[in-house]
């Protein structure tokens, strides 16, 4: 942010963040709670078998508006799905929080700053949690 290093982890999570609207606590504690247990690490017979909590991972925790950016008319994203700038602001810093009581280490971005986030992908997992999947039956 500003040609200065904000935020560093080791190996461990890059969270982009995204807000939505609509999004209450509730939301934040059911992506932490995902995010920390879901088992996406390799374990020593290279089974996704742990957690971010079994490997003691960090986290790089950034505010993310564009996520919610919809493309689905027109050429410009339309980022209405995307909390106001307090209400987002607001709901990043619990969620950040949260992880933390959760006991990982965890930096950040600057809420609102232009930022350049490098990451070294070490393996196949990408994936996008959304808590309203937490009401969506599964198939």
Known sequence: VNDREVGRVGPGLVVLLGVSADDTETDAKYLVEKTVNLRI??????????SALDTGAEL???SQFTLYGDTRKGRRPDFTKAAPPDQAQRLYEHTVGLFRDAGLTVATGVFQEHMQVSLQND???????????????RR
């Open 123 to 137: 393996g196949p997992v990408t994936l996008m949690l959304d808590s309203a999947d937490r009401h969506r039956p």
């Open 60 to 62: 790089l925790v950034v």
């Open 41 to 50: 690490f390799a374990d020593d017979q290279n089974r996704f078998n742990l």
